[in-house]
Each structure stands twice: as C-alpha cells, then as structure tokens.
C-alpha cells in the first residue's frame, strides 16, 4: 500500500476512536444523571436508553465504514461505469 492510502486509512481509524471515546464519555454521564433523577425523583424512566441506542446505532456504522468500507474502491467501481457508458 501506498503512503498516502494508509495515513488516509489512519486517519480514518483515529476520527472513529475519538468518536468512540466521546460516545463513552457522554453515555456514562447520560446513565450517571439518569439513574440519579429517577432515585432522587422515585422515577422508573430510562431515556438515557433511548439516547444510547440511537448514538450506539450512528456509532456502528461509522466502525463499519471505517473497517470494512473501501472507499476508494467504490470510487473506481462507479468511474468504470461511468465511463463505460
């Protein structure tokens, strides 16, 4: 592999990692003040679930085209159509 496709690879990995870090920040402080109001209020409601399963779904896909996409893969596949036709 060239340099630049894999610096380009890299970057791609670090972006997801931060988001990654960041959904496991949030979603702690989410579930910390969650489960704090429902004691304190003498609540049953889990809406932090809610926030977390929507974020979780957002969250795999960017992991899936992070790991599993190829780009520039796809780019030529469609310019090979393109100038096929």
Known sequence: MQD??????AKKRVKFKEHLAI?????IIIWILNIWINFSA???????AILTIGWGI????????TYFY????A???EY???KTK
């Not at 630049?4 to 690879?9: A, D, H, S, T």
């Not at 003498?42 to 932090?48: D, E, M, R």
């Not at 190829?70 to 893969?73: H, Q, T």
């Open 70 to 73: 190829d780009e520039d893969a």
């Open 58 to 65: 957002g969250l795999s896909l960017h992991f899936t085209k």
């Open 23 to 27: 959904f496991l920040i949030i979603n």
């Open 42 to 48: 003498n609540l049953h409601s889990y809406w932090a």
């Open 75 to 77: 780019i030529k596949k």
């Open 80 to 82: 090979k159509k393109l």
């Open 4 to 9: 630049k496709k894999l610096i380009k690879i």
